[in-house]
């Protein structure tokens, strides 16, 4: 096996990991598959292609992450969420994954969420109004940015077939 080749393995294995850190919010995510796409183009011996695979890949990476951050802050500040709130539901479910390791992140992200803001409104029922609407524009913001990401992994994965079958 040469260079090239382990360096597109690795590099495959990064954008798995970067495609499921969009919806695993402790692993990293877009910026891992981003980094990955350019240590392709760079290292992994497919030249031209390479650069076109990165940048069609980079595009579709920095749209997700644009477009998670606006679906994400439009709707909290439609809804007057403040972003403490959603500080606490990420500390709360890191301790949550750790005490469930499978659903312990979503879990505790969601009490963390309610929790901060009953304490917040005072009101049980605008608590959970508010949490529901975070938690949706979470969601939404997350799925974007995971459909964009898998658009990136689909690239470098056509960028590699172009690259053999010319090669």
């Given amino acids: 096996m040469n260079a090239e080749t382990v360096v597109t393995v690795l590099c495959g294995l990064a954008i798995v990991v970067g495609v499921i850190g969009t919806i695993v919010p ?3 995510g877009s910026v891992l598959i981003g980094l990955s796409l350019l240590a392709w183009a760079l290292w992994g011996g ?3 292609v390479g650069w076109i695979a ?3 890949g980079a ?5 997700g992450m644009a477009s998670s ?4 802050g439009r709707k909290l500040k439609q809804h007057r969420i403040p972003n403490r709130s959603i500080l606490v539901g990420v500390v709360l479910g890191i301790v949550g994954m750790f005490v469930l390791p499978v659903v312990g ?3 505790g992200f969601a009490v963390g969420l309610f929790l901060n803001e009953l ?4 009101n049980f029922r605008g608590a959970i109004k508010t949490s529901a609407a975070a938690l ?13 990401a898998c658009l990136a992994a689909s690239t470098w994965v056509v960028g590699v077939w172009i690259a053999v079958i010319a090669a």
């Fill in 69 to 72: 951050t606006v679906l994400t």
């Fill in 46 to 48: 497919a030249g031209v």
């Fill in 136 to 148: 949706k524009a979470t969601g939404l913001g997350m799925l974007a940015e995971f459909t964009l």
């Fill in 59 to 63: 595009g579709f990476v920095l749209a």
């Fill in 119 to 122: 304490l917040r409104t005072r």
């Fill in 26 to 28: 402790v692993l990293p």
């Fill in 105 to 107: 992140l979503f879990l």
């Fill in 54 to 56: 990165f940048g069609i």
